[in-house]
């Protein structure tokens, strides 16, 4: 089974600055691997999917990168609505689909 | 609009069952891998089960498996989730999701497009 480990747990960042969110992976799961945003009450939005492309209406300030083991999603200028938890998630060797233990954005 | 919308959830006793539904509309549910995903209060997102569009291929993780069942009816857009001798941890929010470029079965994608989710709690 494939551990994803999420880092920070919780990162402070104020409006208008860059947030970086890192996801590491217990072996390689290639490039098959997505971010999820998921906002308090809501449901899990898929963000970034094939470690860098961005899903269907999500804004250009999104962006992923990585391969192999080490995955970053960087929010380049933070929203108000950007705060909210982020999930990693891979694909590439399942089952079981493993997602990370997500990291919370705060203001 | 593409949309999935589950039903079913409630306060259950522990050894008790309970019947999960998630209604798909807005595309041709009949194609698409789905799987159920549930998140405990205060935690993160844990994979419950998938099924291949025509329910060929079926995963459960080991946290399930032989108490909860996955399946689908395709005439009627419907996705189920059945769950057996349910304990205090399967308590949580449960959601359907569809895999994103589903091929039928065992496609390597993300999930795209997922339900509000549906409450499950488990206690006496």
């Known amino acids: 089974e494939i551990v994803m480990t999420q880092s920070p747990a919780t990162l402070s960042v104020s409006p208008g600055e860059r947030a970086t969110l890192s996801c590491r992976a217990s072996?390689?799961?290639?490039?098959?691997l997505a971010w999820y945003q998921q906002r308090p009450g809501q449901a899990p939005r898929l963000l970034i999917y094939?470690?860098?492309t961005r899903a269907t209406g999500i804004p250009a300030r999104f962006s992923g990168s990585g391969s192999g083991t080490d995955f970053t999603l960087t929010i380049s200028s933070l929203q108000s609505e950007d705060f909210a938890v982020y999930y990693c998630?891979?694909?590439?060797?399942?089952?079981?689909?493993?997602f990370g233990q997500g990291t919370k954005l705060e203001i | 609009e593409v949309q999935l919308v589950e039903s079913g959830g409630g306060l259950v006793q522990p050894g008790g069952s309970l019947r999960l539904s998630c209604a798909a509309s807005?595309?041709?549910?009949?194609?698409?891998?789905m799987n159920w995903v549930r998140q405990a209060p205060g935690r993160g997102l844990e994979w419950v089960s998938y099924?291949?569009?025509?329910?060929?291929?079926?995963y459960y993780p080991d946290s399930v498996k032989g108490r909860f069942t996955i399946s689908r009816d395709n005439a009627k857009n419907s996705l189920y989730l059945q769950m057996n001798r349910l304990r205090a941890e399967d308590t949580a929010v449960y959601y359907c999701?569809?895999?994103?470029?589903?091929?039928?079965?065992?496609?390597?994608?993300?999930?795209?497009?997922w339900g509000q989710g549906t409450v499950v709690t488990v206690s006496s």
């Open positions: 999701a569809r895999v994103k470029d589903s091929s039928g079965w065992d496609t390597n994608d993300a999930f795209d497009i």
């Open positions: 807005g595309f041709t549910f009949s194609r698409y891998e």
């Open positions: 099924i291949s569009s025509t329910s060929r291929s079926i």
């Open positions: 072996q390689s799961v290639s490039s098959n």
């Open positions: 094939a470690a860098s």
């Open positions: 998630q891979q694909y590439n060797n399942w089952p079981p689909y493993s």
